[in-house]
């Protein structure tokens, strides 16, 4: 006779029907309380005891964008199957979508809200340079799915057979450099362009930060408002873009104007030398930091590379998480009820994982690996377990252990430019000969003093 060992494991949940209410070990991080407020604020607490109430309809939806491969009865299932004790009753297709529906999306708009912002760490050196808060600006296409209502809102881009297969919105977001948490974000049709977008992003800009943004952000009318705000610019523009030399500096920048803001240029060349050879790229960055004594122009060219942080956070958002996949929702209410818990979900796994890197002095933010924090925030939701913290609060938990003891190497240096993310083959995505080798690189930075 074999032996046997049986293994046990206690949850604590809410009560009755509002039990399968829960995002597992994420659950503290948007507990009861908080969306119980937003739904009172916005109105959408149920009128009547319901088996599906407005707090549990919140946390299927977060809990959708954990399993967005899944449809939201399976997803349903991932939020049961560590209740097993329970007698719950298992909804409908047709329930669950019409809780999604009398829900609307203000509620997952005003939980975004309370918990967007720039997320405190202790590795200052990571999001800080000369205490200037690091941020930066871009925008993404996301896909949403091919239904009547949502091409009204979202219409397909022109192409030589009518358009594409699928219609697109644009997606802006502010985002903090190093711990890569979302301060803001905005999404509209394909044919509003990001430097709309980025005036609407300027409200969060204030004294003590720093924006950094790539070419398409040096417009002069853009650069105008963005500098309105406080916050100083590291932008990059044009490399034959025509600025008058007003005064040079002893560290090879210069001083010019744009329309009536004054800047600081800088032209580098930037080699990166490998095994395989040498990438040569020239740079010219624009600055509203104008002392070369307190903020050296070789110091702002390499911190310009920190830009791509925003490049890695849509990886995560469009790769990790939705895999690529078209976003589910069929009608605009619902595409912002679920973009909107996209942008939550994402935002408290970083907390998470910064809660983590935190916990150990000096180790950098970029050593977190999102991946395994989302893998296991699923596996903890599917147990049902850390739904309600103890007395004795553990800022970092199961999900911060795991993501510990999980730790990336150090950041490789990057050389390539942005490449194609999307091909008709998944194996492919970058195509067919790609090096995915490692190589030691030596990077050297040449201050142009040739205007």
Not at 123 to 151: E, H, M, S
Not at 179 to 187: E, H, L
Not at 296 to 303: C, F, K, M, V
């Amino acid at each position: 006779m074999l032996d046997q060992i049986a293994i046990t494991h206690t949850v604590t949940v809410a009560a009755g029907v509002f039990a399968p209410g829960h995002l597992g070990a994420l659950t503290p991080l948007i507990p009861f309380d908080m969306v119980d407020e937003v739904l009172a604020e916005t109105r959408r607490v149920q009128q009547r005891e319901r088996l599906l109430p407005a707090r549990v309809v919140v946390y299927l939806i977060l809990a959708g964008c954990l399993f967005a491969e899944l449809g939201y009865s399976q997803v349903w299932q991932q939020l049961t199957a560590g209740l097993s004790g329970l007698a719950l009753t298992e909804p409908s297709s047709s329930a669950l979508r019409q809780g999604r529906r009398r829900l609307g999306p203000a509620p997952l708009r005003a939980l975004f809200d309370l918990l967007r912002g720039p997320a405190a760490t202790a590795a200052t050196g990571a999001v800080r340079w000369r205490g200037l808060l690091l941020t930066a600006i871009d925008g993404t296409i996301l896909t949403v799915a091919d239904a009547p209502a949502v091409v009204a809102r979202y219409p397909k881009q022109g192409g030589n057979h009518g358009g594409l297969g699928y219609p697109n919105l644009r997606l802006s977001v502010l985002l903090t450099c190093g711990t890569r948490s979302v301060i803001d974000a905005v999404f509209d049709p394909i044919k509003v362009g990001e430097l709309d977008q980025a005036r609407r992003l300027a409200d969060n800009l204030k004294a003590g930060m720093l924006l950094l943004a790539d070419r398409n952000y040096a417009a002069a009318d853009l650069l105008a408002t963005l500098a309105a705000t406080k916050a100083d610019l590291l932008i990059r523009c044009k490399n034959g873009r025509r600025l008058p030399v007003i005064t040079r500096y002893r560290d090879g920048s210069w001083l010019s104007t744009i329309g009536t803001l004054r800047v600081r240029v800088i032209d580098a060349r930037i080699a990166v030398k490998t095994t395989t050879g040498t990438r040569i790229s020239d740079y010219r960055l624009i600055t509203t930091l104008l002392d070369p004594a307190t903020h050296p122009a070789g110091e702002l060219i390499t911190l310009y590379h920190q830009r791509w942080e925003i490049e890695t956070a849509y990886l995560e958002l469009k790769s990790s998480i939705l895999g690529g996949r078209v976003l589910r929702a069929r009608t605009p209410d619902g595409i912002d009820q679920e973009l909107h818990a996209l942008l939550i979900v994402y935002q408290i796994l970083r907390t998470a994982m910064v809660d983590a890197t935190d916990s150990r002095p000096g180790l950098d933010p970029d050593r977190a690996s999102f991946s395994t924090a989302l893998n296991a925030a699923r596996n903890q939701l599917i147990n049902a377990a850390g739904v309600i913290a103890d007395t004795a609060i553990d800022l970092i938990g199961v999900i911060g252990n795991t993501v510990l003891n999980h730790l990336l190497p150090d950041r490789r240096i990057r050389i390539k430019a942005r490449m194609i993310k999307r091909s008709n083959s998944k194996y492919q995505a970058r195509g067919p000969n790609i090096d995915r080798r490692s190589y030691h690189a030596t990077i050297n930075i040449d201050i142009l003093t040739d205007a």
